[in-house]
């Protein structure tokens, strides 16, 4: 196999490991990141429940009412348009019950903690 010259310069150039806050959209410095991650972590549930039981888009709509056009959205985490109660809402409809647990800090306590 022949590796460009590219690829091997790279592989010899040192990367600085920064470790996160562990919400992505706030490391990315998102305006909304805490309503981001808690989508996002919503969507995967969403994508579980249609996982475990193999259900189709026609399937999904069927259990919940959300249109079927919905769940691709869901699957390639196109979120906008959905709000935190709307997720929530979709899973109770699957068969899951969502648990929100609060912690709240100062958005300083926050950064600081992700510096190294």
Do not use: Y
């Not at 929530?88 to 648990?99: D, K, Q």
Request: hydrophobic share 40%; proline share 2%; net charge positive.
């Amino acid at each position: 196999m022949h590796r460009r010259k590219q690829d091997i310069e790279m592989k010899n150039e040192e990367l600085e490991v920064v470790r996160g806050s562990g919400n992505v959209f706030c490391d990315l410095g998102r305006k909304n990141a805490d309503i981001e991650q808690l989508r996002a972590v919503l969507a995967a549930e969403i994508i579980k429940a249609l996982d475990r039981e193999h259900l189709t888009v026609r399937a999904a709509h069927a259990r919940t009412g959300t249109a079927a056009s919905d769940f691709p959205r869901i699957r390639n985490a196109e979120l906008g348009r959905f709000t935190v109660d709307r997720l929530m809402w979709i899973l109770n409809r699957l068969g899951s019950r969502v648990e929100v647990k609060v912690r709240v800090r100062r958005a300083e306590t926050v950064a600081q903690e992700a510096r190294p």
